[in-house]
């Protein structure tokens, strides 16, 4: 039996990645087994998840330019699936954080909220997040309409950026890490800027023949 494009895409590549993101959770799964997390396990936990959370952030933006770049449109297919999987690893690291790290003390949590700026940065990032998860499906696109969809989640940008930033702040020595990111997250960004400004131009160009005319 020889499988359609769509076929393959359906039943072999999206759940080869859909296990292929579930990865990370199952080698820290295995390093919590074997006791391989270090002096201090649920800092590595808390930390493991966060540096996922943001990675997945950063890949499903990579995949709008490298669908133009590669000419792949078929990416497209799983900027969905790997958003998504962006904001599981965002609500397990908030999870290890509010469970493993304050034990549910919810005092303890919003004094931290507001006392500690970077997580004051972190929960506006996961704030901004939530109703991109929650509007991801095709019958809340119907009901929010195209346009209104697009714009609400444009929401992902600034969330990127202050994730980048609350992991800046929360490291105190070496930078290098966050400043990789911020570099990435800069690119994919910057990309964005040059093509909407080609668009705005193109049209621009397009008008004014018929402005002349008239």
């Known amino acids: 039996m020889v499988l359609s494009k769509e076929q393959?895409?359906?039943?072999?590549?999206?759940?080869?990645?859909?296990?292929?993101?579930?990865?990370?959770?199952?080698?820290?799964?295995?390093?919590?087994?074997?006791?391989?997390l270090g002096a201090n396990p649920i800092e590595a936990v808390n930390r493991f998840l966060g540096d996922w959370a943001l990675r997945f952030l950063l890949i499903s933006l990579a995949v709008t330019p490298l669908k133009a770049v590669l000419g792949l449109p078929v990416l497209i297919r799983f900027r969905r699936m790997l958003g998504l999987y962006a904001f599981f690893y965002v609500l397990l690291h908030l999870s290890s954080y509010i469970g493993l790290d304050q034990f549910?003390?919810?005092?303890?949590?919003?004094?931290?909220?507001?006392?500690?700026?970077?997580?004051?940065?972190?929960?506006?990032?996961?704030?901004?997040?939530?109703?991109?998860?929650?509007?991801?499906?095709?019958?809340?696109?119907?009901?929010?309409?195209?346009?209104?969809?697009?714009?609400?989640?444009?929401?992902?940008?600034?969330?990127?950026?202050?994730?980048?930033?609350?992991?800046?702040?929360?490291?105190?020595?070496?930078?290098?890490?966050?400043?990789?990111?911020?570099?990435?997250?800069?690119?994919?960004?910057g990309y964005r800027v040059v093509v909407r400004r080609k668009r705005r131009s193109s049209?621009?160009?397009?008008?004014?023949?018929?402005t002349q005319a008239a």
């Open 8 to 36: 393959r895409i359906r039943w072999i590549a999206k759940p080869s990645v859909f296990v292929l993101c579930l990865t990370p959770l199952m080698w820290l799964g295995w390093q919590v087994f074997a006791g391989g």
């Open 104 to 189: 549910f003390a919810w005092g303890e949590i919003w004094a931290d909220i507001v006392k500690r700026n970077f997580i004051t940065v972190g929960m506006i990032a996961f704030a901004l997040l939530v109703p991109l998860a929650c509007t991801s499906t095709k019958g809340m696109i119907k009901r929010l309409g195209a346009s209104r969809w697009k714009k609400l989640h444009m929401l992902v940008y600034p969330a990127a950026i202050l994730a980048v930033f609350h992991f800046f702040m929360m490291v105190k020595v070496d930078i290098r890490e966050p400043l990789i990111y911020a570099a990435v997250l800069a690119v994919l960004l």
């Open 203 to 210: 049209r621009t160009v397009r008008r004014a023949p018929n």
